[in-house]
């Protein structure tokens, strides 16, 4: 696949000191989506064969303010952790990923949703939306740009894999990435186990959960 490479006049590097160690902060401005993402860089990963990766998808609600509907807070401390205790590894933030690419807007209305009974795929198409929009294009180019082309990457999401293997980049190795289950995001990670087809082995012996649902005229009512 041909792919554009990043020009250095959109880039912008500096030391980030964080809760979990100090990184160096890559800024990026993708050439193909038009938005601003982040690398964060631990260590000297340039050439290095199998660097352990995140890539993580933007969640406001998850990241920021810490939601507990679902795991991605959890799972964006425990990758600066994870790559943190490696010694060298890569975390790229990517933006515009907010509900699996439908916007913050969109997925605040999916929450209602989920409220009601409908699961995270659901709750999307009963609104006339796509289930999964995001493209992981940019963390490969920013991948390239830092001199890494063979990857562990931290993913409960086989999908992921297959896409960055698709831009050219070497997943050598998939590493899950697994946090505790509760009753407020029980619901949430069934159905990406049952629905998504997420590897998520913390929920051996629990059953499928039958979610509402409701066509697309209902849930605009």
């Given amino acids: 696949m041909h792919d554009q490479g990043i020009d250095r006049d959109d ?62 807070g959890d799972q964006l401390r425990a990758s600066m952790d994870a790559v943190v205790r490696e010694g060298a590894g890569v975390l790229v933030y990517l933006r515009g990923h907010e509900g699996r690419g439908i916007g913050l807007v969109a997925k605040v209305r999916t929450h209602v949703l989920q409220d009601q009974g409908l699961d995270t795929v659901d709750s999307a198409t009963a609104i006339g939306l796509p289930v999964d929009t995001r493209d992981y294009g940019p963390a490969a180019r920013v991948l390239r740009y830092l001199g890494v082309g063979s990857v562990r990457l931290l993913s409960n999401n086989p999908a992921k894999v297959s896409a960055l293997r698709s831009y050219g980049i070497d997943v050598a190795a998939r590493v899950p990435l697994l946090v505790p289950v509760s009753d407020d995001n029980l619901r949430y990670l069934t159905a990406k186990r049952d629905r998504l087809g997420h590897d998520l082995p913390q929920l051996d012996g629990v059953p499928p959960v039958k979610a509402a649902r409701a066509d697309a005229g209902e849930a605009r009512r």
């Fill in 11 to 72: 880039i912008a590097e500096a030391d980030l000191r964080t809760r979990s160690g100090t990184f160096r902060a890559v800024a990026f401005r993708d050439p193909v989506d038009g938005n601003e993402h982040m690398a964060l860089v631990r260590g000297d990963v340039a050439g290095r064969p199998r660097v352990l990766v995140r890539m993580h998808s933007e969640c406001m609600t998850g990241d920021i303010f810490g939601a507990t509907r679902c795991e991605c």
